[in-house]
């Protein structure tokens, strides 16, 4: 059992045994195919039969969405549950547990590489270009779920929270974004449109400001300990390790950090406009439809 409370204990090695690396990227493949055949399905679902080819671009945007609303719900669900029915509060658990342990959540991290891989295709493929910003998103997120899948220092205790729970945001903003590509929805729901934008940010800001900050900040203090000389649960482990172990959990995580505030400010930017001009900025005007798209940049 590698959770262990004894410092001298011999820590396990860097990679995970052999069944557990093949088990990781057999779930990485299945769910990588099914992301695709579900957004198959939803694209023949909404497309009808007889379209032009600018209906038919719509139809298949509205289906990545709807497939992202799917993956998403999944990752909520997986991570509400996880993180505030098995994990143990971070005060009845060590600095190695922590690290090392809690090898069961690491399907988050096998989810979360595939999830990533997919919308970066689907991005460049169906809406012909990536947003850089998302694009290295992509990429911190994929060397995060590359650690909590096939390592054991992958810091899988947090993995219900980071790659799940904050997910719960993701679920309104599907809808957004879809809305943002079907204008006769908007106009048919103006009401459901507007409490979507609503819940959007009210759940945005509750889960990537307030609940992302108050667990990174007990992230990066098991980060940071890592250096710290005296700490007795790390004695034994050489100085490159613990360094380099820095480097691969922090680098991403405050890069991921960086850009949910960046994102809560534009959304915060973009109510305040929608607010203000409210007399000008209707819920169908063109200069709302940009403001819904500054802020759905945080889509994926």
């Known amino acids: 059992d590698i959770l262990q409370k004894n410092s001298r204990m011999e820590l396990p090695p860097l990679l995970l045994p052999q069944a557990s690396l093949y088990q990781s990227t057999s779930i990485i493949c299945v ?83 595939s999830y990533n891989v997919w919308s970066s295709y689907a991005s460049r493929r169906i809406f012909g270009h990536e947003d850089v910003t998302m694009a290295c998103h992509h990429i911190m997120a994929c060397v995060i779920g590359f650690f909590s899948s096939f390592t054991h220092y992958g810091w ?3 993995a219900p929270f980071f790659f799940g729970v904050i997910e719960v945001s993701s679920l309104p903003l599907s809808l957004l974004n879809a809305f943002n590509f079907r204008d006769d929805w908007v106009v048919a729901y103006p009401t459901l449109h507007l409490f979507t934008k609503i819940f959007f940010a009210i759940a945005f800001i509750g889960t990537r400001v307030f609940l992302w900050n108050s667990n990174m900040h007990l992230f990066f203090k098991d980060t940071l300990s890592l250096i710290a000389n005296n700490n007795p649960e790390i004695a034994n482990i050489s100085a490159t390790t613990r360094f380099v172990t820095l480097l691969a959990a922090d680098v991403p995580a405050l890069f991921l950090t960086f850009l949910q505030l960046f994102w809560a400010f534009k959304i915060l930017e973009a109510l ?19 403001n819904i798209t500054a802020i759905a940049i945080a889509a994926g």
């Open 272 to 290: 305040l406009n929608m607010v203000l001009g409210g007399a000008k900025k209707t819920a169908h005007s063109k200069e709302g439809k940009l």
């Open 31 to 113: 769910s990588l195919i099914s992301m695709e055949v579900l957004h198959q399905l939803f694209r023949r679902h909404c497309q009808q039969l007889k379209c032009s080819e600018q209906q038919q671009l719509m139809y298949n945007k509205t289906a990545v969405q709807f497939t992202h609303l799917a993956v998403n719900c999944i990752l909520a669900l997986s991570g509400l549950y996880c993180w505030y029915k098995q994990t143990p509060h971070w005060n009845d658990c060590s600095l190695i547990q922590r690290w090392t342990g809690f090898q069961n959540f690491s399907f988050f991290g096998n989810i979360m590489i």
């Open 156 to 158: 899988n205790y947090y």
